[in-house]
């Protein structure tokens, strides 16, 4: 068994990455990117041109299972490892993404019939334009009292799959009524690896709002008579699969594509910030991981049930079987920085940067980096693309003060970094203040980078960053679930702790600028306050206004 | 007399600017400019090398000087006016630049025993390190409750010569002792051209406190029992000189230095942007003048006295003689769209601009020009400098609110305009609760070439606004002062009739963008008074955790 190597693979927005493990110590030992020819559709549809709506995101399918074709064998190839010696196989992927298919799997949008159908589609989690769809469910939710609500800080988004297939039935009845699943991308390509239709407890519970059970029957009718029967007919079955858990065996149709031995473990699937979680050796009580990417994910799990206000969702082994998962997030973080760099920096920092043949964000940094904490003389909110936790309001917008004539690019750099380290900072006084006590600070995702950033979280939380010790700490985590689906280890925590790569205490915080840092959140907390809970409506006012406004197209 | 000319000199902070300007019409027929050499004295003592303390900035006398040596002479011969047909000269100055000088008029800094000395030199305007005495001085009368104190907003500005000359006193008192006047640089320079000793209204009312007379002297006592003296032995004299009287004769030394006949009439001197006022026929009740530069100063006359609150100041006959003079201020308009610029646009901007051969403030307007009101989501607080009227209060700072990951830089850029729009708003409606109606809007400045600002102030306030027609507005003011000084015309409000320029109605309010631009003010007004007033300190905590941060030289 010493050779025995496990496949994981991360679906992402724009491509798929397989990755092959060493099941004994988690070396990866080689790995391949695919990218999706359709990218993402939200322009038109390829196979008519039409036109599609705004606010529209849909896969095809198709890409998804050429990762399967393309990227594995390569993967395995790069490794140098027999494909005998493969145990396993496992995948994360975006969630929300449904799909509607017929009973054998079959994506609707695969049929001739059907192929012209924009809604035929999978819908990409950044679909938005089911809002309205969302904003019924959470208003009639509130108004039953429906018990699940509180489980994801008062409000569902409509990037999740009820909103999905709301929108589905409401615009294309037909499509609706021919698909037999609506299944999100998850579990479809487990399904096209196993033969098995499986739900994951994970994807089902923080975008599938199953509590114990999914909405009722009398909940789906009062939204729509015709959505009654959406539960019964088109989702439910078996119980969720468990992470970890085997969902199958691989068939011989999905040995052919990826070259990998018919009949090896495949895992139920997850999605790719939960399963980053045990890469990082996460996986105990009081451990938050922080995925800090464009926008950043908080995952922890604890002992207890507790209703944080605010967070994304609280699911029953939702990230690790046996605890309950919680998800908070920040709708805008590392994109915040990068719409700045983009669109408020002066040439002479790029000039300068290029000169030193580094990055815009490696020169501001490093700027920023000499200042003392405060001495820019600013704070800002990290709004730009709204606040999912803990206020649950995308209309919420970025907002600065402190602004004077002697301020440059990097005083402002550095004050939209600390507004997102604030921000987190708000999430885990939240957690801490629901009972829910927030230990220890693991990270992972692209802005681990970046030593100005991640010293600025540890002096703002006053905790110590350890930091994922893997580039493709996603598909590392897809792959420890192969191993557990395999037998090879027990459960999660022996799998994370032998193949698990974390580094301590890579950034500590400093007294004297946490304590700094104290007297400025204190005011982020008050205008975070002032703009985010109704003091000063001015923040939707002006997106009102500016919705208002004839624009030009 | 149809050949008869006048030269008006407008002394600014880094230059002087001499315009030959025919008498009958207005028309100028020559100008010329003459750097000053030693510019602003704000690091060094020239005569010593000796490091200058932070916020001071001086001057040396010798270089007004030499502009009637160089200026003069040079505009009269690019006028080809002879110089036997200009009857009369007159000046404006910044202000408050306030020297020490011997009983002859002799500046301290001209005499060896004290050129080594920082406060033998003039005081320029944006010398700003007598804050400590304008405070004292500002707690003191409120306390005492004097009586003029109200008439400059509740608060005088370090800028102004009592501060300044309390500075001398405390800091150098051997220069304090050797002076025998402490005069301001307008005075000064007509007290060279004529050989008499005059204090003009202007200058006196809104920068020496001179409320029918200076302060009493058990109020200087007060202060520093050393300074009780200081109306009496250093300042008073004469009556103040109304604006337009005549000073006195041009000297043969100074007759001899302009090439100007000897005899001429010599003005009494002006404060540039006042004197700016009937140059562009603005000298009646009702009537405000913008002069919109990198700062923007609000000046207008009334029949009747008021408290406005927030205003700079309220002078009798401070612009007019014969009606009370009102001067309010933003200390930042032009400087902080120049500081976007050149800190927070990226290259893409700048390469179109320069692509297209116009500057970046030109392309930006453009772009900014074709959004309807409200389209950008945004507002902001124009303080990045500070806020004069009607807050009185340099540590405010700037503020904007509603940025997207969408927000481009030409809608910051607009945002700005209209924040400054909004905050000349606040000042109008100040004199109008006041009970000084605001009928008209005279616009002179460098910004009265950007249609796009233009308009955005037209449909903020509601008025159509009225350009200069000249582009050496102070000059031609300073000039039309002569003419009523040799004799010319009656009073300034004729020589306005004759020789003032202004185009009317050159940007006319759109009912429509005006009512879109209430819904903003609203908004504006909110965060004004909540950031300005108290509601949030944030800005005066942010400024002082700035400055106790340890800040690298």
Redesign the interface.
Known sequence: MAAACVVGIDFGTLSGRAVVVRVEDGAELGSAVHEFPHAVIERELPATGERLPRDWALQDPEDYVEVLREAVPAAVAASGVAPEDVVGIAIDFTASTPMPTLADGTPLCALDAFRDRPHAYPKLWKHHAAQGQADRINALAADRGEPWLARYGGRISSEWQFAKALQVLEEDPAVYDAMDRFIEGADWVVWQLSGEETRNACTAGYKGIFQDGYPSAAFLAALDERFAGFVADKLAGPPLAALGSRAGALTARAAAWTGLPEGIAVAAANVDAHVTAPAAQVTGPGQMLMVMGTSTCHMMSADTLAEVPGMCGVVDGGIVPGLWGYEAGQS?VG??FA?FV??????RC?DAAAERGIDVHTYLSELAA??????????ALDW??GNRSVLVDHTL?????????S???ED?YRALVEATAFGTRTIIEAFEGAGIAVDELFVAGGLIKNPMIMQVYADVTRRPLHLIDSEQGAALGAAMHAAVAAGAYGDIHAAAGAMGKVRRDVHVPDADRAA?YD??FA?YA??HD??GRGG?D??H???R??T?????D
Do not use: C, K, Y
């Open positions: 805008g994109d915040i719409w983009d669109n408020a920096v002066p040439p790029h000499e200042q003392e904490v405060g001495e820019h003389g600013l704070v730009h693309s917008s970025g907002l600065i003060v402190g602004l004077r004539l301020t440059g690019p402002v700094a007297r400025l005011h008050r205008l002032h703009f000063d001015v923040m006012a002006l997106a206004i500016g208002e406004a004839p624009v030009l």
